[in-house]
């Protein structure tokens, strides 16, 4: 063989492992796609970590994963990685006024020994560059395939030193995709991913129709809606760790829009049992039934309050759907939402100061956030740009909202800082994706 | 519901009915023999005898089986009376006739809200067909929000069509 076609032998051989090493990582991830810049983002620079393991490197890149964290959430502006011009990994090897002259607030260096049997050790330091001073040094400790896991962390450390706010990178999210399957017919799944939408895990899967997964918090199991029953919705329970589930309400007619009770030990439902959607609670313990209200509208969509003395829900009692607040002894509901011809599904940020929901005027649904504590023209803001905006869900620091959008004939999911000035895609490869559920903090 | 569960609850009532038509002449409930000579004579399939099945798949407004509503509304429509009217006779004429209301919505607003007005939209029907003399066990009401729609566009005319209630009968007789 001659050298010319075996060299184009190997190029395209080249070429086809870069195309589908490519396709690979797209398929797992999101598409990056900053839509909306913010002139207040923090600017901070992200050294790559020096590898000083003896095995090879581990493929995933922690500074490009702690830059996209950090992007994501719109507090941040993360110098661009062909911008970071010195690689100190110590901080010894740090040149302050490089990274002044760069207009950097701060900088992040770290690097990964070997340690203890085929593990890791991830040292990172956390620097303030106008005073010259560490903030941070930690050590971590990762096993190998931990490695995303590991750079969420650190974001998420670097998040709070800076902030003050405990960081939600290393977090998961749930949704639901319906893929076409042929004519009329669909694949329905529930899954679960990384924050930032990597490591997708198929949680279930149907021909039928799946709704509404709500996270308990402590992040051990979903509840959802299933059509997979002939004739009717039904609600199951579905350990995570275990994969096994449990029916936990299949009553006449709707069985809908659970979501667990701060403390775990309940669930606020929809039954149209006696005929109308009304708001029950359900008790786990001994799926004892509480009903919440009484009222010949529809009555749907609860959302706990945090320290779940009350519950917000969708009404259209007053003729068209909007939010209704009550107490969990019951009572007669109070109006909530003010502007809009049309708010539903609202969620509530941890400390209940925001509220999110989906607003409607003159056929455009957007994502509205209310700041409860904030009166007058600045009490609402639209944060996404609609016409088919739906399902928001605050991260468990509310610093972002994931929600769902209509793009073509499918469905994808944005997050979206918490003020609107940074969006972007998540998106599946293929598929219509629906309904994010932001999990809860989980353990280090 | 799953579309080859509904063919074969389909075909199974198709050959229970062709198997009671047969049978109808042995049946000790129809013993009585003067009845029977009567009937067979006077029964051409073309009949409009409201318990012929036939006529289910034949006459217009019982082949029509869906009914279409505004947004965000569950109000019968008047284009919608005649063939809602229809299948309550039907009901009433056939006593094991079961139908499966199947209420949906577009994708306008929350998946939830919408599962709540796809209900809304089949309890009207429901209580439209027993009006007219359908009876309660008769009918069964199940919503699918958003969920299944007929067009998957988002547009007007795409929307206005999956606005809809559809009767899915799962006994003609």
Not at chain 1, 143 to 149: D, K, Q, V
Not at chain 1, 287 to 303: C, M, P
Request: proline share 6%.
């Amino acid at each position: 063989m001659t050298g010319e076609p075996m060299q184009r032998l190997i190029s395209a051989l080249l070429l086809l492992i870069l195309v589908s090493g490519a396709r690979i990582a797209n398929a797992q991830g999101l598409e990056i796609d900053i839509v909306d810049g913010r002139e207040a983002a923090i600017p901070v620079a992200i050294v790559p970590f020096a590898w000083e393991a003896a095995s090879m490197p581990d493929p995933s890149a922690i500074d490009q994963i702690v830059r996209a964290d950090l992007n994501r959430s719109g507090q941040f502006r993360v110098l661009r990685k062909e911008d970071v011009v010195e690689l100190p990994a110590r901080a010894a090897d740090v040149r302050f006024p490089t990274w002044k002259m760069l207009k950097q607030d701060y900088l992040v260096i770290g690097r990964v020994l070997s340690a203890g049997e085929a593990g890791f050790r991830v040292e990172f330091e956390l620097h303030d560059v106008l005073k010259q001073q560490s903030l941070l040094a930690l050590a971590l400790p990762v096993r190998p395939g931990e490695f995303r896991a590991v750079s969420h962390q650190i974001a998420d450390l670097v998040y709070e030193k800076i902030l003050g706010v405990r960081g939600a990178f290393f977090t998961r999210v749930a949704y639901i995709t319906a893929k076409r399957q042929g004519e009329g017919k669909y694949e329905y799944a529930i899954w679960i991913a990384d924050s930032d939408g990597f490591n997708p895990q198929r949680i279930v899967w149907n021909s039928e129709p799946f709704l509404s997964p709500s996270w308990s918090p402590d992040g051990r199991y979903l509840a959802y809606v299933s059509f997979e029953r002939q004739g009717g919705h039904t609600i199951y329970v579905h350990e995570l760790a275990t994969g096994s589930r449990r029916l936990v309400s299949s009553f006449k007619g709707i069985n809908g829009a659970p979501t667990f009770s701060p403390d775990g030990t309940r669930l606020a439902v929809t039954l149209s049992k006696g005929g109308n959607p009304e708001i029950y609670l359900l008790n786990l313990a001994n799926n004892g039934l509480t009903q919440l209200t009484r009222h010949f509208a529809i009555d749907t969509e609860a959302a706990w309050m945090p320290g779940g003395n009350s519950l917000l829900f969708t009404s259209d009692r007053s003729g068209k759907p909007q939010i209704y607040g009550v107490s969990v002894d019951g009572g007669t509901p109070e109006r909530i939402s003010a502007a809009g011809e049309y708010n539903a599904k609202v969620t509530a940020s941890y400390d209940g100061r925001l509220l999110a929901m989906v607003q409607g005027n003159k056929n455009v649904y957007r994502i509205a956030v209310v700041d409860r504590e904030r009166g007058g023209a600045g009490a609402v803001r639209l944060i996404s740009p609609g016409p088919l905006d739906e399902s928001p869900s605050f991260a468990p620091n509310a610093s972002m909202i994931l929600y769902a959008a209509r793009e073509g004939n499918r469905g994808v999911l944005y997050a979206a800082s918490v003020d609107g000035s940074v969006r972007q895609r998540l998106a599946l490869p293929d598929g219509d994706v629906r309904e994010p559920a932001w999990g809860p903090f989980r353990q280090r | 519901m799953n579309t080859p569960i509904r063919v074969l609850v389909l075909a199974l009532a198709v050959a229970g009915l062709g198997a009671c038509t047969k049978k109808e002449v042995v049946k000790p409930m129809q013993s009585d023999p003067v009845r029977t000579t009567e009937q067979t004579p006077t029964q051409p399939m073309q009949d409009e005898s409201w318990t012929n099945p036939a006529l289910l798949d034949s006459k217009p407004c019982l082949v029509s089986r869906i009914a279409y509503f505004d947004y965000d509304q569950a109000t019968i429509k008047s284009e919608a009376l005649e063939m809602l009217k229809c299948h309550g006779k039907w009901l009433a004429a056939n006593p094991g006739a079961r139908i499966s209301l199947e209420g949906h919505a577009d994708e306008r607003g929350s998946r939830e809200y919408n599962v709540a007005l796809g209900e809304r939209r089949g309890n009207s029907v429901r209580d439209l067909l027993l009006a007219n003399g359908g009876r309660g066990e008769q009918v069964g009401v199940v919503s699918y929000g958003e969920e299944r729609p007929i067009c998957t566009d988002s547009s007007d005319n795409c929307w206005s069509k999956n606005r809809r209630a559809e009767i899915v009968y799962t006994a003609k007789q």
